[in-house]
């Protein structure tokens, strides 16, 4: 069965702190890794990664994926109030009908 | 915002009754697919539609069935609710051509089971 595991669950940190979120996992015919950012309802695409080594960045958030070590970080630097929400973590895996599967989510708390 | 539009955004049903959920998909998307969010969880794949027919599935009973339409919308099915059935229903578009992965989600339906 297909896992993702994502740590830490819950994170308060203070405003322009700088973060780092894990993901780790075991799948079978790994295809890509993804990032989500959700608020409130509808999760916001951040990142698609499918090579090791190679930085995502977009402004002040960057991800690299290790498909040696199978796992992801999620960096947000100089973190404000509104980067507070759940960032998901999920693989695409399998064949192309197959669907993402998702980590339980890293909370995080940015206080001003 | 993604384009992909849900209804209703709330509802309350009791065990056992059955309930529809809706969804139209962002415009050039041909695939939906269906992810339960129970509170505290991340979303969980439920089923997928491409070309009007179910491609894909999750670990989901039967009691969980959908339907997609010719313009790409979409509808989820669930009978026989139970009260663990309690979540955010969301929908998601993508295009099947794509092979990324990458889904575009709706603002989600939170279903409450009493």
């Known amino acids: 069965e297909d896992k993702v595991v994502q740590s830490p669950l819950s994170l308060v940190v203070h405003e322009g702190d700088t973060v780092t979120l894990n993901c780790s996992y075991e799948?079978?015919?790994?295809?890509?890794l993804l990032w989500y950012k959700q608020e409130k309802k509808a999760p916001t695409f951040l990142f698609m990664l499918?090579?090791?080594?190679i930085e995502k960045k977009s402004g002040r958030l960057s991800s690299i994926l290790d498909k040696k070590e199978l796992f992801s970080i999620l960096n947000i630097t100089a973190t404000q109030t509104g980067d507070s929400a759940v960032y998901l973590c999920?693989?695409?895996?399998?064949?192309?009908?197959?669907?993402?599967?998702f980590g339980k989510g890293t909370h995080l708390i940015i206080q001003p | 915002e993604t384009g992909v539009t849900q209804s209703p955004t709330h509802l309350i049903k009791t065990r056992g009754q059955q309930v529809t959920l809706r969804c139209s998909s962002q415009s050039g998307h041909n695939t939906v697919s269906w992810y339960q969010q129970a509170l505290g969880q991340g979303p969980q794949f439920i089923f997928q539609y491409y070309r009007e027919e179910e491609n894909g599935r999750g670990n989901f009973p039967p009691r969980f069935s959908g339907l997609q339409f010719p313009n790409y919308s979409s509808e989820l099915n669930v009978n026989a609710l139970e009260l663990d059935d309690s979540a955010l229903y969301l929908c998601a578009s993508s295009l099947w051509t794509s092979g990324t992965g990458e889904l575009f989600f709706g603002e989600g339906s939170r279903l409450t089971v009493l």
């Open positions: 799948v079978t015919n790994f295809r890509s």
């Open positions: 999920a693989v695409h895996a399998g064949g192309g009908a197959d669907g993402l599967t």
């Open positions: 499918t090579s090791s080594g």
